[in-house]
């Protein structure tokens, strides 16, 4: 009799504080999965398996630590997702759930859509439930106590990675602009802050719910700074032109039609 493959779970866990986890991961993560997590390097530390843990949840016996290297040669990662593929598979083969932890939201900007990706491309008929969880720019809008948007306000969230260049273009298209993985280009967005007179007007979160969490309001202190990969910058445009607005979408009634 063929054994019934088991389900793959995206496991979100919120971006570092344990309150946060919502009750179906804890749920989950209390039951008799094989847990799964991400490291950089083997026998490093895993952020997402750390949340878990400083909750209170222990680390089952059947758990498996997934390299997933810092680099963007594509080549090296394809050898890499497909090794992670291959073990995830196997024990979905034996009928086992596996849990992959994820910090953040696993459906924004998560190593998880890649596993994902790669174990249907080894069998298609896989079962996979991504569990929803509050994302790191969230929860740093609430720690520094301001709302991402406000009724018309528009927002964008991308990695700073795509450069000062399409930054600057994306301050004149919205209201609020959040940008992740601030690290490289940290001192170069400080300048162009500086130069857009918005110095005032950004947040940066580091480590959002952590014990090692840090915020900052004085942006331009942080020039020169080294600052941590789960970084990010919150910032208004208070100042910013907007275009009219279609307002209404639903042709109003004519009493005269009654």
């Known amino acids: ?11 979100s866990l919120g971006p ?6 919502t009750r179906r991961a804890w749920d ?22 750390d949340i878990a843990l400083r909750a209170g949840l222990e680390c089952p016996q059947a758990h498996t630590a997934l390299h997933f290297p810092m680099t963007h040669d ?7 997702w497909l090794e992670a593929a291959e073990a995830v598979l196997a024990i979905l083969q034996r009928g086992d759930d596996v849990l992959f932890l994820v910090e953040g939201d696993a459906s924004t900007y998560s190593t998880f859509g890649h596993l994902q990706r790669s174990v249907r491309a080894l069998q298609t008929d896989v079962n996979v439930e991504i569990v929803p969880g509050v994302s790191s720019f969230h929860a740093a809008a609430a720690r520094v106590g301001q709302p991402l948007a406000d009724v018309d306000d528009t927002i964008a969230i991308v990695p700073a990675g795509y450069g000062i260049v399409q930054i600057e273009r994306m301050l004149n298209d919205f209201d609020t602009l959040v940008l992740l993985k601030v690290k490289p280009l940290l001192d170069d967005i400080v300048e162009l802050l500086r130069h857009r007179n918005l110095l005032t007007c950004g947040w940066f979160v ?20 080294k600052v941590n990969y789960l970084s990010l910058l919150i910032i208004k445009n208070p100042g910013r032109q907007r275009s009219e607005m279609q307002r209404g979408c639903r042709k109003k009634k004519d009493i005269s039609d009654e």
């Open 1 to 11: 009799m063929k054994t019934k493959l088991g389900t793959l779970y995206g496991v």
């Open 16 to 21: 570092g504080d344990p309150g946060l986890i």
């Open 28 to 49: 989950l993560l209390s039951g008799p999965g094989h847990w799964t997590y991400p490291v950089r390097k083997k026998n490093s530390d895993s952020y997402a398996l």
């Open 74 to 80: 594509a080549d090296i990662l394809a050898r890499y």
């Open 206 to 225: 580091e480590k959002a719910g952590a014990p090692e969490e840090r915020m900052v309001h004085d942006i331009a202190s942080l020039q020169g700074q």
